[in-house]
């Protein structure tokens, strides 16, 4: 048996093993990097299946996928939970049960009940710590009980 003699330097390994750990970390790094995202797209799958199901339970017509939700509102509940009980978390709660008009035909409008029942289901999901704020400015809400979107004056 023959050994065949070694015709690389030492320079030359030396690059290949440089390049051959850098890229070794380079695939470590997606890894780890894709791990974190898989396990986070899970507990945001998790949680839209929990408020997908509670809109179900809570008699919606029309429920949106879970993807969009997770997609929209991701882990901590996007917009939604970035502090909902601020004066911009009312302005936005407020907005969406006015009559849509911009300028000066905006105004607001008796709404149904159902119309803050997904945001209160939302908050109460994804950032419980929130709801009992949000219920007390829906509380102070005059909204009617028919399901006809308070137009039945």
Not at 99 to 119: C, F, L, Q
Request: glycine share 10%; charged share 20%.
């Amino acid at each position: 048996m023959t050994v065949p003699v070694e015709t690389s330097t030492r320079r030359e390994r030396g690059w290949v093993y440089g390049v051959s750990i850098a890229v070794l970390a380079v695939l470590v790094l997606i890894a780890l990097l894709s791990f974190g995202s898989a396990r986070e797209d899970a507990e945001a799958r998790d949680k839209a299946q929990e408020l997908v199901d509670q809109m179900a339970a809570a008699g919606a017509a029309q429920l949106p996928s879970v993807d969009r939700v997770a997609a929209v509102l991701g882990t901590d509940g996007g917009v939604a939970c970035s502090d909902p009980a601020s004066a911009l978390g009312k302005a936005a709660i407020f907005a969406g049960l006015a009559n849509g008009a911009t300028g000066p035909g905006y105004r607001p409008t008796i709404s149904a009940s159902r119309a803050v029942r997904a945001e209160l289901l939302i908050v109460g999901v994804y950032c419980p710590e929130h709801l009992a704020d949000v219920q007390a400015i829906v509380d102070d809400l005059q909204l009617a009980d028919a399901d006809d979107g308070g137009s039945g004056y």
